[in-house]
């Protein structure tokens, strides 16, 4: 199963004061690297740095190849 490029998104402190704002935690699940965001801009940054990070790793590297099981 491919994980790269799948993000665990947890919101937090829903307001009805504030009720476009958007803040939580992100989590890519292959590597494990988490960032707390405050904005919807925030949250779709970090996930744009680790799709392009994804992008440019060499393909030897690469884990959603087929025929790639994690243990």
Same mark, same amino acid.
């Given at each position: 199963m491919a994980v790269r490029g799948t993000f665990v998104v947890q919101l *937090?402190?829903?307001s009805q004061r504030e009720p476009d704002r958007l803040e939580g935690l992100v989590e890519e699940v292959d590597t494990g690297k988490? *960032?707390?965001f405050?904005?919807?801009n925030d949250l779709i940054r970090f996930m744009r740095e680790?799709?392009?990070?994804?992008?440019d790793s060499p393909k030897?590297? *690469?884990t959603?190849?087929?025929g790639y099981y994690r243990s």
């Open positions: *937090r402190n829903f988490q *960032r707390h405050k904005s919807e680790r799709v392009a990070d994804i992008q030897e590297q *690469r959603d190849e087929p």
